[in-house]
């Protein structure tokens, strides 16, 4: 009799536990979509804050290249007349 109300006792355990689990698992469902929309907009918005960020570090390496180029040719032109 004590087999048989533990085998019992077990397969209960073990029904309500994936009841549980059947349970949760539709509740994460919901949050993973709801996350998904919340990940798209915090993508976006990383997005527009990089590029507003290499905007003006774009712009000030193209000045810094033209200012060395200018830099350069000066130097080629004195040597030239030296």
Do not use: H
């Not at 712009?59 to 000066?74: I, S």
């Amino acid at each position: 009799m004590t087999k048989k109300l533990m085998t019992y006792s077990a397969i209960i355990f073990f029904v309500a536990c994936a009841g549980l689990l059947a349970c949760s698992n539709s509740n994460e469902a919901q949050s993973a979509s709801q996350k998904g929309a919340i990940e798209k907009m915090t993508d976006k918005a990383a997005q527009n804050a990089i590029n507003r960020i290499r905007t003006p570090l774009d712009k000030a390496r193209t000045v810094a290249d033209q200012e060395e180029g200018r830099f350069t040719d000066m130097d080629e032109s004195l040597n030239d007349r030296q």
